[in-house]
């Protein structure tokens, strides 16, 4: 007999009701202890919570009465099912980013105890009603079906579609995260969370570019044909159940709630498999992992332009910059971020109908930042890199491979966002001015973040979402947007150039621009290294220091 076909006690075993019942009073019980426990454990973190608790009330607040004064509107019922919809979506994502938000999204610490799977996951859910989000949730619910329910029909759909709404959300993100618990709580899965800052910009970059077509529409009507889909998709098609039953659509509005009860049926059915699964499968981490060994060593020697530079500093250096964009979830989640939003600016922009060409820059604008604080990606490993420095070459060659490590991904990947802004603006002309601007901001911030890394290295804890260690924002302010505007200055001999062949009418030899800003850009990137490794040399230990703190 497995753990979860077990009793849950003597009392459940000669009566479920009440064991189930005594089950989820324990369970909220709990979660009320983890949520109190938590904040007893320092000032800042309850702080921090009732700071999100009273931002997301106050969100919450607005949203309803927002949603109160769409009633009456013609297009409201479309508007209220995306919403949800969107809402859905989060749920979704929300274990999968921020994993360790909830201790009790993990079931695996209830492995132990003899529970049955299905009073578990009644407990479970029930408990899962306490907190900000399904608060949330239930007040978004509540505000879109009093912004589309009219009649008798429409008030009894809402009163089964608040609840129903919040239940299917909330079983959504439990099945998620029971079905990925081994995932999440593993490096990979560490890295997955690390990135949930990629899809929160991406994410505010498509709500900004459906505002502004919202905007030059005049109205909610472009939302209809989208809406017509979603409102038969749970959870949306439970709000979408009572816009039909206010417009006296009755079948269909029955099918709809339908649809969302059955949806709920199931994502109960696949999170009660995913548990027992979870809590009766071995675990495959815990398998000897022979096979990859072999095949790694088999590897060990390696080939290629890396193993023809292994003779010299270049490039292990190189190699080791490039395996920390690989591995390294902090490393990665930068990288992944600058290549995302440096590539949907300006293809938004373009898509808009409004962009410019110009807004390609901001691809090397993105990408160069990944220069600034070099050492401190490091973290205390910098010590093993400090021990090989024992002169200003030895900084020179150091700072030049990080450097090439970063231009081998950023400049294909700069001519590869300016060719395809051209291609979707139809302006192929301004392709080489362009690109020589930004081969030129990419060499100023090479320069800049050299100098910046020797001047103001700061640490970047490996644990949390923080990107600064305590004590030492300032120190990263200064060297991020100092080196910024630094690379600005730096720039304006390029800009002053292209400005002036604008206004003087000689368009025809603005292509000169490609040559001349890559020479430049090549130009400052090797006076910005020469500048950097003395100083780089001469501090040290001060560097040490300030990577390896927190």
């Keep these: 007999?497995?753990?979860?076909?077990?009793?849950?006690?003597?009392?459940?075993?000669r009566d479920g009701t009440s064991g189930r019942e005594g089950l989820v009073a324990v369970f909220v019980r709990l979660k009320l202890a983890l949520l109190r426990n938590g904040l007893r454990q320092s000032a800042g973190r309850r702080a921090a919570y009732l700071t999100s608790v009273v931002f997301t009330l106050l969100f919450a607040a607005g949203q309803l009465v927002g949603l109160i004064a769409l009633r009456g509107n013609a297009h409201a019922g479309s508007l209220v099912v995306l919403l949800t919809a969107v809402l859905a979506v989060g749920w979704t994502v929300m274990p999968l980013f921020f994993p360790g938000g909830d201790e009790t999204l993990d079931p695996s610490r209830l492995a132990m105890l003899p529970l049955r799977p299905r009073p578990l996951i009644g407990a479970l859910l029930v408990s899962s009603l306490i907190g900000t989000g399904p608060l949330f949730t239930l007040c978004l619910a509540a505000g879109s079906v009093f912004a589309v329910a009219r009649g008798a029909a429409g008030a009894v759909f809402a009163v089964v579609a608040v609840p129903l709404t919040l239940l299917v959300c909330v079983a959504l993100t439990r099945a998620v995260a029971t079905a990925n618990t081994r995932l999440l709580t593993s490096r990979k899965g560490r890295d997955l969370a690390v990135l949930?800052?990629?899809?929160?910009?991406?994410?505010?970059?498509?709500?900004?570019?459906?505002?502004?077509?919202?905007?030059?529409?005049?109205?909610?009507a472009p939302l209809d044909p989208a809406a017509d889909v979603v409102r038969w998709l749970p959870p949306a098609s439970a709000i979408g159940a009572v816009d039909s039953a206010s417009r006296g659509s009755y079948g269909q509005a029955a099918v709809q709630l339908l649809v969302s009860v059955a949806a709920l049926l199931a994502l109960l059915w696949l999170w009660q498999r995913s548990l027992v699964k979870l809590m009766t499968a071995p675990d495959g981490s815990t398998l000897a992992a022979a096979e990859p060994t072999r095949r790694k060593a088999g590897r060990s020697g390696g080939s290629g332009l890396l193993a023809r530079l292994s003779q010299g500093r270049t490039g292990p250096v190189?190699?080791?910059s490039l395996r920390y964009v690989a591995r390294d979830p902090k490393t990665k989640a930068s990288w992944v971020t600058a290549l995302a939003i440096g590539l949907i600016v300006p293809m938004l922009n373009a898509l808009q109908g409004t962009g410019s060409l110009y807004f390609?820059?901001?691809?090397?604008?993105?990408?160069?930042?990944?220069?600034?604080?070099?050492f401190g990606q490091d973290t205390s490993a910098f010590w093993m890199v400090a021990l090989t420095i024992s002169s200003t070459r030895d900084a020179y060659l150091e700072l030049r491979a990080r450097a090439l490590a970063l231009l081998l991904i950023t400049l294909p990947y700069t001519i590869l966002v300016t060719a395809v802004t051209a291609a979707l603006l139809g302006d192929w002309g301004a392709l080489p001015k362009v690109m020589g601007l930004s081969f030129a901001m990419l060499g100023a911030m090479l320069a800049t973040g050299a100098v910046a890394s020797a001047t103001f290295p700061y640490s970047i804890p490996q644990d949390g979402f923080k990107n600064v260690a305590p004590g030492q924002v300032g120190l990263a302010w200064i060297s991020i947007f100092g080196g910024m505007a630094s690379a600005a200055l730096l720039c304006a001999p390029v800009i002053a150039v292209t400005v002036?062949?604008?206004?003087?009418?000689?368009?025809?030899w603005l292509w000169l621009l490609l040559p001349a800003g890559a020479g430049y850009g090549a130009l400052i990137a090797w006076a910005g290294l020469r500048i950097a490794a003395p100083r780089t040399a001469n501090r040290l230990p001060e560097i040490l220091a300030a990577v390896s703190k927190g």
């Design 500 to 508: 002036w062949l604008h206004l003087a009418d000689l368009e025809r």
């Design 196 to 220: 949930s800052g990629l899809v929160i910009a991406v994410g505010f970059q498509l709500v900004n570019f459906g505002a502004q077509r919202l905007g030059r529409a005049g109205g909610l």
């Design 360 to 374: 390609a820059c901001f691809a090397a604008g993105m990408l160069g930042m990944q220069m600034y604080n070099q």
């Design 1 to 13: 007999m497995s753990v979860l076909d077990a009793p849950v006690g003597t009392a459940a075993g």
């Design 318 to 320: 190189l190699e080791r």
